[in-house]
């Protein structure tokens, strides 16, 4: 199985941040990064796929980057609505993979 | 505007087979995606449990294969999980959801299982 690790597992920010996630894959998965946003008591939903692509209707301050094991999820100007839960998962193969998670919580 | 929305028992006893099923509306089931499963125990991350494509073809995660079945109905547009063998362990909110290949963009909102006498 293909490995995802993120950093930090959470952090603290305030409103108007700009704030970046890393994940980093135990083996090349090329641009086969996605990322998710998850609220309590919500299903995910996804932001970015394809490393870089934003998904129809998320806000431009969302963006990613990376290729081969190296991956970042940034926020340019952290808004109310985005404190949550963020995950990377690599659709390069199966068995899919998902990062532990990052908590972006309030300063 | 595809839905996904999951049904089944909310309490499994330990050892017997947890079923869940997942209805989707706003789009054919047989049109070309994966099909999945995904749960998450209370407070903690992801876990991909498998999918099936309109074929028929399945892929299991590795540790979780030798219980699991996940299997299709085109004729009522579902998908269903079949998880045997259940213990604590199993308890978590169960997500169904369309795999486009490049990711997983629809999910349904998710269903509690526990897995309790």
């Known amino acids: 199985d293909i490995q995802m690790t993120q950093s930090p597992s959470s952090l603290s920010a305030s409103v108007g941040d700009r704030v970046t996630i890393t994940c980093r894959a135990s083996?090349?998965?090329?641009?086969?990064l996605n990322w998710y946003q998850q609220k309590p008591g919500k299903a995910p939903k996804l932001l970015i796929y394809?490393?870089?692509s934003l998904q129809s209707g998320v806000p431009p301050r969302f963006s990613g980057s990376g290729s081969g094991t190296d991956f970042t999820l940034t926020m340019s100007s952290l808004q109310p609505e985005d404190f949550a839960t963020y995950y990377c998962q690599q659709s390069y193969t199966t068995p899919r993979t998902f990062g532990q998670g990052t908590k972006v919580e309030v300063k | 505007q595809v839905q996904l929305q999951e049904s089944g028992p909310g309490l499994v006893k330990p050892s017997q087979t947890l079923s869940l099923t997942c209805t989707v509306s706003?789009?054919?089931?047989?049109?070309?995606?994966?099909w999945s499963w995904i749960r998450q125990p209370a407070g903690k991350g992801l876990e991909w449990i498998g999918r099936i494509y309109t074929s028929g073809i399945t892929k299991y995660s590795p540790s979780l294969k030798s219980r699991v079945t996940i299997s299709v109905d085109m004729s009522r547009n579902q998908f269903s999980l079949h998880l045997s063998s259940v213990t604590a362990a199993d308890t978590a909110v169960y997500y169904c959801?369309?795999?486009?290949?490049?990711?997983?963009?629809?999910w349904g909102q998710g269903t509690l299982v526990t897995v309790s006498s």
């Open positions: 706003g789009g054919s089931i047989s049109s070309s995606f994966y």
């Open positions: 394809g490393a870089s």
């Open positions: 959801a369309r795999d486009s290949s490049s990711s997983i963009d629809y």
């Open positions: 083996q090349s998965i090329s641009n086969y």
